[in-house]
């Protein structure tokens, strides 16, 4: 049963356009909403996340959306750098229990 | 230390063999987790520890596999008569309360030959 889908195993962008990384999740009980990013032989990094109570959140470069309706959240990335090349993992949590992860999605970054 | 540090880094076992897997969590952070990475997959949860109790340890895969934390600090991830299939980054994180953003460690890697 995944509760946390990634849908896209990979996206490729230009450096300085907009990236989009989507998730979509089933258990409506979900209140808290991260986003991490991993490189190779690395841990995951924390980078951005977002509480039921919102629809966005915004970081620097980096924005998370949340569509509660649509059981759907997205990180938006502008501009994109070859830096943000990574697999990047949606996860979400039930009132401070464990974090449930997506497969992932790997994004590239091309100079 | 200022971040979840695990160790070691990297471990080699033969097959049948018993293995523990250590993770320092941030200090004062009250929540644990343990996952795993194998090759080309997700991140797979295995156990939650909020103190030193274990409300959800539904993710360990069989009973080889156990997890204590001590003092609400330290936690040793045991895999006992390991498999081939226990191949895998194992990952720790902390969070302060549980219901903040949890910060990992740099993983163990596990390989049995």
């Known amino acids: 049963d995944q509760q946390v889908k990634q849908n896209s195993p990979s996206l490729s962008v230009q450096e300085g356009r907009i990236s989009i990384l989507n998730c979509d999740y089933t258990?409506?009980?979900?209140?808290?909403f991260l986003w991490y990013k991993k490189y190779p032989a690395e841990g995951p990094t924390f980078l951005i996340s977002?509480?039921?109570?919102?629809d966005k959140n915004e970081d620097g470069r980096f924005t998370v959306f949340l569509n509660k309706s649509a059981k759907h959240l997205s990180l938006h990335i502008v501009p994109s750098q070859p830096g943000d090349s990574a697999v990047y993992f949606c996860?979400?949590?039930?009132?401070?229990?464990?974090?449930?992860f997506g497969e992932g999605t790997q994004l590239t970054v091309n100079p | 230390g200022a971040g979840v540090s695990q160790s070691p880094s990297n471990k080699v076992t033969e097959k049948g063999k018993d293995v523990e897997l250590r993770c320092d969590p941030i200090?004062?952070?009250?929540?644990l987790y343990w996952y795993r990475q194998s090759l080309g997959q997700g991140l797979e949860f295995l156990i939650y520890?909020?103190?030193?109790?274990?409300?959800?340890k539904s993710g360990l895969p069989s009973d080889r596999f156990s997890a204590e934390r001590t003092g609400g600090s330290v936690s040793t991830l045991t895999i006992q008569r390991t498999q081939q299939e226990d191949s895998a980054v194992y990952l720790c994180?902390?969070?302060?309360?549980?219901?903040?953003?949890?910060?990992f460690g740099q993983g163990t890697r596990l390989t049995v030959v």
């Open positions: 994180a902390s969070s302060l309360r549980g219901d903040t953003e949890a910060f």
């Open positions: 258990n409506s009980m979900f209140d808290y």
């Open positions: 977002i509480s039921s109570i919102k």
């Open positions: 996860a979400a949590s039930d009132r401070g229990s464990r974090l449930t």
């Open positions: 200090s004062g952070h009250t929540a």
């Open positions: 520890f909020q103190g030193n109790s274990a409300p959800d």
